[in-house]
């Protein structure tokens, strides 16, 4: 099975509510909940960014253009994190993927296949 598994996307309108969900099922469970846990998009011709991060002590980080509309959070027994993503605008539309990360490696697994998010402008 793929390190990360990303669910959750569609095609919603704008305004609209979507809930990505990020499995991560190759890690023990101390090591999820030790690393850093990300969410990144990625759009047509652009570069991927870092949207979301929550820290193992649960601080989060957000790029400035979804603060206040998107919330990143964890359930470490089920080794998943979330994107609860409100108020969708076009510019929101993107592939996006999950990742984990430690204090030596940024990234510990493999991109996934992402979760495609559309909102038609």
């Known amino acids: 099975q793929a390190p990360l598994v990303e669910s959750g996307g569609g095609l919603v309108q704008a305004g609209e509510s979507l809930r990505l969900s990020c499995r991560v099922t190759?890690?023990?469970?101390?090591?999820?909940?030790?690393?850093?846990k990300d969410w990144y998009r990625q759009a047509p011709g652009k570069q991927r960014e870092l949207v979301a991060r929550?820290?193992?002590?649960?601080?989060?980080y957000y790029v400035d253009s979804v603060k206040g509309r998107f919330t990143i959070s964890k359930d470490n027994s089920r080794k998943t994190i979330y994107l609860q993503m409100n108020n969708l605008k076009a510019e929101d539309a993107a592939m996006y993927y999950c990742?984990?990360?430690?204090?030596?490696?940024?990234?510990?697994?493999?991109w996934g296949h992402g979760t495609q998010v559309a909102v038609p402008s």
């Open positions: 190759r890690a023990i469970l101390s090591t999820f909940s030790a690393s850093t």
């Open positions: 929550i820290n193992p002590d649960g601080t989060t």
């Open positions: 990742n984990i990360g430690s204090s030596t490696q940024q990234h510990l697994y493999s």
